[in-house]
């Protein structure tokens, strides 16, 4: 499965929200849209401690699709220990508390509609209820094992 999926490449996001012990975050590959109405979105953590454990906890989190320029940043939100949430990577907080990366080239404003356990992950159904559009840019993706920009046009 794992090499099958290695050579597939996904958009990569961040996913933030603000747990009873401050910000957390975590990057994510497997963000996809489910629907339209509601609108609604899915993706998944590997387990359910940490910042995935506080995300699956939370009322409400913000998935930020983010471009190639923010690859490091996603690097940081991949590995525990990560610097983030820091005043230099461009982060302020949504009137209803969210961490938001203002430089995102969209910003999805979610609460859980579901979760389901499949074996060690955790796989979460979203409604979406508010888009924050950011300045438009290139697509991080990651594929085989690592994060990339799409080509220019």
């Given amino acids: 499965m794992k090499s099958a999926f290695r050579q597939h490449p996904s958009g990569v996001a961040i996913i933030t929200a603000m747990s009873a012990s401050g910000p957390v975050g975590l990057t994510a590959s497997s963000v996809a849209s489910v629907a339209v109405d509601p609108a609604a979105i899915v993706f998944s953590v590997t387990r359910a401690t940490g910042s995935a454990g506080a995300i699956l906890a939370a009322d409400s ?11 490091e940043l996603a690097e940081s939100f991949a590995v525990s220990g ?13 009137p209803t508390g969210e961490p938001h990366l203002q430089a995102a080239r969209v910003a999805l404003r979610c609460r859980p509609i579901q979760t389901v356990p499949v074996g060690s992950s955790t796989v979460v159904i979203a409604e979406v209820v508010e888009v924050t559009e950011g300045r438009p840019g290139r697509p991080l993706v990651y594929v085989d094992r690592r994060f990339r920009a799409l080509p220019h046009d």
């Fill in 61 to 71: 989190f913000v998935v930020h699709l983010i471009d190639d320029e923010h690859s």
């Fill in 82 to 94: 990560g610097e983030r949430f820091t005043p230099e990577q461009g982060w302020s907080a949504l």
